[in-house]
């Protein structure tokens, strides 16, 4: 168990590592020059000599790399290569909340939708409920999300249209209130933002559930005569659940990946937006950070998901 | 003699029951893979028995690859599927010079000239009196909001989809079967920067190593690449930074999946028996794990081919890839977006089209699978 965990902590530092070394790389290579950009009309060359030392620029880049790292680690992510001095974990901050909001109802809303229709499909195998759910997460695993966005909002236009009511098509309300304003703004989001990540819980369910169904321990149950309830639920529900474990960091990969578009599609002020808009400003620093942050985020997930799994499965601690 | 006869006989018509079916279905496929596959499995032991009598001759003998394309085109999810890409590949080739003879001449409004369907069909000619029209017989799906035919714009958005796809996947297909195989089949370090290196490109989720490199190149690119003749005009500049980035991302997918085939198949049996009989490591990789990977690399890179023609579209769509006058799927819904309560019907078009392409693959892709590898069906 332990050296299972040794193991897996030093696959972490050596994943973080080159993570933010790809970012480091990205971030020094990015055309322009900050100094440059920082001195604006007040650039001569002593000044940016001794600006170029002060910022640490002039170092080799191993010496950067680490004083990134070292940076990163008190989230201290530099400053902001368009608000001058502003550092960009400020220009971040009012999209974190929005953010970790539509992320953490999208987390919810993927197992609390999909492992449901993935249990019904399974236990009415091959009837139409399972077809036509099965089909239709199909579809929904495929599509890109702001594709899935589009037919919403058309979706929504036309009931509006219909029913004469004012249904939003985007934007967000206040961050964590939920008044029935609020919700009219958030539900359809949420919901899209989902739509990958529930199919795909969907369909894994299912698979999981079936298998489970075959085996003997189940079979046994019924013999002993068990009600069909009992069996389904305390039998193979319960170990089905294990395998949705696993699947907890590639969800949230998932759903951190959608953030972008969900957000610009829908105009939310998330930190997707923000990082789209940094990149029309040119703004180099804050894209760098989003990719830090985003890329930390789903290797924790990994993590988690990896300890959860060792958890709730004992047989893990074999291998 | 005799008994080897009847068992043959026997064993493939019960196998392939006779080949009704063929009739119809022969079209496309049998020349479509040379005679790589004939060497492996049952089909070399039963080919000479097969030809001793004229009895047998008539009814085919089939390969396994054969019987796995036989599969297929009973998959009728997939065959429709399959139609349908041929369709949207030829549609974007040849239609744009159709549908620039198609239609007579007319009189520009604003400029008061006699213009011809090369004009008013053109994916990058705005007509500025003929803003967010629905179809029509002149504009057969409409106009966008500065007045472009939207057949043309949709079908050079379709045009760049497919070469995005096509040139991501011959560089995955390629990095990942050299990677691959030689992870799998040497080990040793390669094998360990592969390990390495999909496990830190996991930890970017989805299109974001794509939009942290076209967010950060893309703009100063621009200029450089729009001057590469033919590619990089009319806004397609981007479109290269995008395709490498997809492809940089793509790869170790792919020579995962060859990796852990080329360690099954480096067990197998024959293998050992070219290696007793001599035969050079490159000559085992290219004979006989190379053309074994065949099924693997087709299913996996159908299927990424969906993940790509979405990577593009999104990219598009979020500003970072194809920029106007250029054309693309995505760049028409990002275009068309604001208008979804007035003019849905233009975000709707490029979204089914994106749809459909998606959806085709997919399902093309597993279809595939279950014809290729029926056991990793779930």
Known sequence: MVGFFIKRFIGLIFVLLGVTFITFILGINAPGDPIKNLLGNHYNHDAWVRLRHIYGLDLPWYQQYFNYVTQLLRF?????????????????????????????????????????????????????IDTSAMSASLILYSLPSFVLAVFFQVAVVQLDRLTKSHWPIANWGNAWQYTPTDLTYKIGPILVFAAVGFAFIARLTRTTML???????VRTA????????????????????????????????????GVFFIEVIFNIPGIGQIAINAIGNRDYTVIQATGVIFAIAVVMGNLVADLLYSVVDPRIKVE | MDTKDTNTNAASSSISPEPIRGADLTSLPTNFEPESETATGIALATVPAAQDTPDVKK??????????LKRLRRDRRAMVSLSIIILFIIIPIIGPFIYQHVGGQLLDGLSGKQISPATYHSPFIQRLDHQDEGPSAVNWL???????????????????????????????????????VSAGFFGGWVDQFLARFTDIMFAFPGLLFVILVAGIFGQSLDGPLSNVPILGANGNARLLVVSI???????????????????QLKEQQFIEAARTSGTSNARIIRSHIIPNLFNIVVVAATL???NTVIGEAGLSFL???????GSSIGLMINDAQGLTDVHPIEVLIPAITLTIIVLAFSFLGDGLRDAFDPRAKD
């Open chain 1, 211 to 217: 298998e489970i169904l075959r085996q003997d321990y």
């Open chain 1, 76 to 128: 201290n992510f530099g400053n902001s290569y368009y608000f001058q001095e502003v550092p960009v974990i400020d220009v971040l901050k009012p999209g974190i909340p929005v953010s970790a909001e539509l992320g953490l109802w999208g987390l919810v809303l993927t197992f609390v939708i999909g492992v449901p229709v993935g249990i019904l499909s399974a236990l009415k195998a091959n009837t139409w």
């Open chain 2, 245 to 263: 980035a997809l492809a940089f991302v793509g790869w170790p997918l792919m020579a995962r999946f060859v990796r852990g085939q080329t360690l």
């Open chain 2, 142 to 180: 409409g106009t966008d909001s500065i007045g472009r035919d939207t057949l043309a714009r949709l079908m050079q958005g379709m045009l760049i989809s497919l070469f995005v796809a096509l040139a991501v996947e011959v560089v995955n297909v390629t990095l990942g079967i050299l990677i691959g």
């Open chain 2, 59 to 68: 009814e085919k003998v089939t390969t396994p690859f054969q019987d796995s």
């Open chain 1, 222 to 257: 019924r013999a002993k005569g068990l009600k069909e309830q009992t069996v389904n639920y305390r039998h193979a529900f319960r170990n089905a659940l294990i395998p949705l474990v696993t699947v907890f960091g590639t969800s949230l990969a998932t759903l951190v990946g």
């Open chain 2, 319 to 325: 500003g970072l890839g194809v920029s106007t006058p």
């Open chain 2, 304 to 306: 990424d081919i969906a």
